[in-house]
């Protein structure tokens, strides 16, 4: 044993040699294997996200449908789920988009009205407008059309790449609906494979270890994303109400924007705050800045006392866990980190409390023994 274990020691030595001294060819190795599992992690990710939602109605169904066989519910709640997600996203469509082609049909001609008076503004702080001025003044769409032509052939080149990315996001994004699908349809059999390879190749313990961390990873996951969504329509409704009470123009493309971007914690909302910001500059000026007050202070109660306890209450977080998750998740893995980085850090806290506490009982057992192990209890007697 001693020598299979020094062989593998050996092995794995020359293996970490070899790779440090050929850094390029393993980065590239792991490039191309990145890019192949691309559309596979993606799938299994989308199928994780969706598998929330598909429980909940499968739960649901089954009260109504008691003797319904498995397969017809799965199907049943991945088609509710399905619907309500297009539905969700029509609905927001249907509140945002009028709205913002609205304000984008006047922004020209809001700045074209304006531009004179924000140049007299400009030019008692000492800037010089003259150039911009005279631009609105002459409105040479033929030269710009010229010029547009003219650098045409080089942006073929461009175009080409960009077509030939959009394909390859295209087939990954079709493969990775494929394997969500299939994951979705058949995630029992794949379970109970999973879980026959687990106990084959581990021991009991260890299988069972693992198995009640996937289990607790799914549940806190399942209690993070209701909460997010309670989280957002409250704060989607308070920038509404709050927009409107102090009369700020587009309350509501800004709360659905709001609402929208909210899903990526304490960043999101902050990017629609200026795009609410830049709307306000060029609808009503004189309200950019109480545009910005108003949505900050929303911002600061929300962050502050609604956020960490609706989310980090629904994963197990105390508050002051949930804003260094999410700062520490930003730090390491961007927005995916911040998204993703609480519920991750609920599991991990959860995990550190169980061990601390049986490591606790054990001592405490150990004391009260004298420092003896405690005895096993003697059998009891079956009548």
């Known amino acids: 044993m001693k020598r299979k274990e020094t062989y593998l020691l050996v092995a794995f030595g020359v293996a970490l040699y070899a790779g440090l001294m050929n850094l390029d060819k393993v980065w590239g190795a792991l490039g191309w294997l990145g890019s192949l599992l691309t559309p596979i992690l993606a799938g299994l990710l989308a199928a994780f996200v969706l598998s929330v939602p598909m429980n909940g109605f499968e739960k649901l169904l089954r009260r109504w449908l008691p003797k319904a ?13 399905l619907l309500v ?27 074209r009205t304006r531009w004179p008076q924000w140049a007299r503004k400009l030019s008692d702080l000492g800037l010089d407008t003259g150039a911009v001025t005279d631009w609105f003044a002459a409105n040479d769409w033929r030269t ?15 175009i080409v790449t960009v077509a030939s990315s959009t394909v ?30 687990l106990y084959a190749a581990l021991r009991e313990t260890a299988a069972d270890r693992i198995c009640a961390v996937a289990a607790l990873t799914h549940d ?24 409107s009470v102090f009369r700020i123009p587009y309350a509501a493309l800004t709360a659905v924007l709001t609402a929208v971007l909210a899903f990526i ?89 169980q061990g601390t506490n049986r ?21 009891q007697e079956t009548e």
């Not at 509140?95 to 809001?110: F, H, K, N, Q």
């Not at 704060?235 to 927009?243: D, E, N, P, V």
Request: charged share 15%; glycine share 10%; with cysteine.
């Open 85 to 111: 997600i297009a539905a969700v996203l029509a609905l927001a469509l249907r509140l945002a988009v009028p709205e913002l082609a609205r304000s984008l049909g006047s922004i020209a001609s809001e700045v």
């Open 265 to 353: 914690p304490y960043v999101g909302a902050f990017s629609s705050c200026a795009i609410g910001a830049l709307l306000t500059l060029l609808a009503e000026p004189e309200k950019t800045i109480l545009c910005i007050i108003v949505y900050q202070a929303v911002q600061f109660v929300e962050n502050q006392f609604i956020y960490p306890h609706v989310v980090g209450g629904s994963v197990g977080l105390a508050p002051v866990w949930t804003l260094v998750a999410a700062l520490l998740g930003g730090q390491l893995f961007g927005l995916v980190g911040i998204i993703f980085f609480i519920p991750l850090t609920a599991v991990i806290y959860q995990l550190i409390g």
């Open 220 to 243: 806190t996951y399942a209690r993070f994303l209701s909460g997010q969504c309670v989280e957002v329509v409250i704060l989607g409704s308070l920038i509404f109400a709050a927009f």
């Open 168 to 197: 390859s996001v295209a087939v990954n994004a079709a493969f990775a609906l494929v394997i969500m699908f299939y994951v979705l349809l058949g995630k029992r059999d794949l379970g109970r494979q999973c879980r026959k390879l």
């Open 69 to 81: 066989k498995q397969a017809l519910l799965d199907g049943l709640s991945l088609g509710l789920t």
């Open 359 to 379: 490591r606790l009982a054990a001592k405490d057992r150990s004391t009260a023994d004298g420092g003896k192990p405690a005895p096993e209890d003697p059998p």
């Open 144 to 158: 710009l059309l010229e010029k547009a032509l003219t650098g045409a052939g080089s942006l073929i080149g461009g």
